[in-house]
Structures are given as C-alpha cells and as structure tokens.
C-alpha cells in the first residue's frame, strides 16, 4: 500500500522560505508523477506543480514559476518543494500527492497536509 | 484559475440518497475531461472516491457512484450512513492553463 507522510506544520515571517517535505513508500512501479497543491481556508485547492520522480522534471503553475521549487531525493523517495519570498496570502494547507502512471490526471494518494502560517 | 462549483452543503437522513453537483465549463469538463472525486476528513488525508467519471477505487462501497454529463457532473450517495459524514470535492483537468482544477467542497451532513 502506498503511503504518504509529509512534514510538519510550519511558521515562517513574510519574505522568508519553506521546504515541506513528502515521503513517499510502498510504490510498485516509478513511473508516477507527485504534485503539490495548496488550499487556503474556505477557498478550492489551487495545483501548483509537479515534480517526476524517475527523470526530476517538473511543471508549475505559471504565477509561481520564480519563486517555487519542487524536487526528488531518490535515495529516500521523499518530494520537497521549497517556496521563497512568501507573503500572508501564502497560508494555506500544502499537500502533496501521487498522480498514478499513465497521464492519469487525479491522485490515488495524497498526504495529510502541511499547515503554513505566514505571520509577523 | 478556473474554479469547479460545488454547493456549500448537502444533508440526509440514514438511508437516504444524496446527490453533489460539479459545474465547469468548456476548458475542463465540457472538453472531455474526466472527473474525479475525493472524501476529505478536515486534517486528514483526503481520500480518492471515484475516478474517471464512474469508477471506485478497490475498498469504496457501491453506494458511492459517479456521473458526468456536458460540463456538469454529480456524485451519489445512496444509503447514507453516519461515517459518510465529510467534505467531498471533485476535480479534473482544463485545457486553457493545463492545470488541474478543483471544486471548493462540499460538506455533508447526515441528520
């Protein structure tokens, strides 16, 4: 069974950055895509990328292309996606999630949520 | 970015059918798109549903089943029970931005 733990919640002051972690274990094959989505409260989840385990590729959301980064460690199946200059409009709760093989666009996994809170 | 709609809330009693309605449009659901939907327990994992339009993941009772039509689509509950009582959002795909996109939610209430 494939599971999905991600790291902690997280406090940060604007203009700082955070790296949420995403590990990952039970997979049968590698040939999976991981994407990260936020969702602030009371609002629809928002995609903003993805990252491809075996060749490290990624996509983002275009709006966040200069100040996101999503990557793989192999050695320990873990995704991270790090975002940098955050503002208060960056809380939310960060999930990552395993889109199957396939181009099968929507997740047969997801983790339970990162909690960040930009606060001065 | 383009945003599925969903109504804020639904209810029923044990035993009843419910139903949760999806709208996009001519980017996402109306281009083809398949649907997906997802139960989602506030600070837990959410948990896929039913994917492609109609189909349930191994372990989702049949009670659960999923429909999609023009650029709508609906999930129903039938036999409603205490342990349905969640958050359900459905998703899909638009081909504008290429991204995947999402309902706000759901929440249902089992009287």
């Known amino acids: 069974q494939v599971q999905v733990v991600q790291s902690g919640a997280e406090v940060r002051k604007p203009g700082a950055s955070v790296k949420v972690s995403c590990k990952t274990s039970g997979h049968t094959s590698s040939d999976y895509l991981i994407h990260w989505v936020r969702q602030a409260p009371g609002q629809a989840p928002e995609w903003l990328g993805w990252v491809h385990p075996t060749t490290g590729g990624t996509s983002y959301l275009e709006k966040f292309q200069d100040r996101i980064t999503m990557s793989w460690d192999t050695s320990t199946t873990t995704a991270y996606m790090d975002l940098s200059s955050l503002t208060y409009d960056d809380t939310a709760t960060f999930y990552c999630?395993?889109?199957?093989?396939?181009?099968?666009?929507?997740?047969?996994?997801w983790g339970q949520g990162t909690l960040l809170t930009v606060s001065s | 970015q383009p945003v599925l709609t969903q109504p804020p809330s639904v209810s029923g009693a044990p035993g009843q059918r419910v139903t949760i309605s999806c709208t996009g449009t001519s980017s996402n659901i109306g281009a083809g798109y398949d649907v997906h939907w997802y139960q989602h327990l506030p600070g837990t994992a959410p948990k896929l549903l039913i994917y492609r339009n109609n189909n349930r993941p191994s372990g989702v009772p049949d009670r659960f089943s999923g429909s999609r039509s023009g650029t709508s689509a609906s999930l129903a509950i039938t036999g409603l029970q205490a342990e349905d009582e969640s958050d359900y959002f459905c998703?899909?795909?638009?081909?504008?931005?290429?991204?995947?996109?999402f309902g706000r939610g759901t929440k249902l209430t089992v009287l």
């Open positions: 999630l395993r889109e199957p093989a396939g181009g099968a666009l929507y997740a047969d996994f």
């Open positions: 998703q899909s795909y638009d081909i504008g931005p290429r991204i995947w996109v």
